[in-house]
């Protein structure tokens, strides 16, 4: 039977450490942290995210602002938002909720954020940092920077050599976990909807990362005994056990199958998801240490 990585106890020592760091870093250098949140529109399940990132940098410490704005936001509006957000000294970290709605450019509002303030480390500056290895001054992606630290807790520090195969290649997760386990010098693979034979690649991993969107895709017949699995996965499936219209959260791993022949593997939920907010603590952490000139908590 597979260790189950515990996500959330993890995230809740990562925020621990923010919070005193953040107290430290008050009392040397007079400096609060600010994270400002954007979200553009209705959509549910954005506003619970977004509620739950601003209240969780409220209880670290932060100056904590959230701006809501209506659906119908023109583009020059947000963007004029995020000028004022770049020029404030109160704020180190800015955050907009993805997906924005159809008529505003995503692209356009990414990287319009200063690149020094871009705790979602999605703009070109800070995906060429860590591709590049400038990792002094990048901003690391929450999801992957928090699955890095569930494998490191899990495996120990030293990954290198080890055979790490993600499955999925998307700018938010499956691209910067490639990057961030090609530095810890494992042999990485990136798998897609069009590679061919999925289930045979999946056996040569050591690091095994599920980042594709598609409940319980990967099977326990897919995972090489001992393997440790990050399962990023965060998908709603029908629970008619539990009643008419119910329904429940699982990943993209066949949890009970991949519990048989993994070493260690996150469950969903309580795995990767409270890293994601975790990390974006710590990012805004990073952030304003930066701004300070002292160094940032290992975590
Ligand atoms: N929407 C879903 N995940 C994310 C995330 O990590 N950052 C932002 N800004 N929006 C998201």
């Not at 701006?67 to 004029?80: C, Q, W, Y």
């Not at 690091?207 to 393997?227: C, E, N, S, T, Y």
């Not at 974006?280 to 160094?295: D, I, Q």
Request: overall charge negative.
């Amino acid at each position: 039977m597979a260790e189950i990585i515990d996500g959330k106890a993890v995230a809740a020592d990562v925020v621990e450490t923010v919070k005193q760091a953040t107290a430290k870093l008050l009392a040397d250098k007079g400096v609060v942290p600010g994270l400002a949140v954007v979200i553009v529109g209705e959509d549910p399940a954005s506003q619970i995210y977004v509620s739950s990132k601003s209240k969780m940098a409220k209880e670290c410490g932060f100056h904590s602002v959230q701006h809501t704005l209506a659906a119908e936001t023109r583009e020059d509006t947000l963007l004029d938002l995020i000028g004022k957000l770049n020029a404030d000294p109160a704020i180190h970290g800015i955050l907009v909720q993805l997906p924005l709605p159809g008529h505003i450019e995503e692209g356009k509002v990414i990287q319009a954020i200063a690149p020094e303030k871009d705790v979602d480390g999605f703009s070109f500056v800070n995906v060429g940092k860590l591709g590049t290895g400038e990792m002094a001054t990048a901003f690391v992606p929450c999801t992957p920077a928090g699955s890095m630290i569930l494998l490191e807790r899990a495996r120990g520090r030293d990954l290198s050599g080890l055979n790490a195969v993600v499955v999925g290649r998307s700018n938010i997760v499956g691209k910067p976990m490639a990057n961030l386990l090609l530095a810890a010098n494992c042999t990485v693979t990136i798998a897609h909807s069009r590679t061919r034979d999925l289930p045979a690649l999946c056996r040569t991993a050591d690091i095994l990362i599920a980042a594709v969107g598609r409940p319980q895709m990967i099977r326990g017949d897919w995972i090489k005994q001992g393997a440790t699995v990050i399962d990023v996965g965060i998908n709603r499936i029908p629970a008619p056990e539990k009643g008419e219209d119910k329904t429940r959260v699982v990943g993209d791993v066949a949890f009970d199958e991949a519990m048989e022949t993994a070493g260690a593997i996150t469950p969903v939920p309580r795995g990767v998801g409270p890293m994601t907010i975790a990390m974006l603590m710590a990012n805004t952490l990073t952030s304003a240490c930066r701004s300070a000139g002292v160094e940032p908590p290992r975590l």
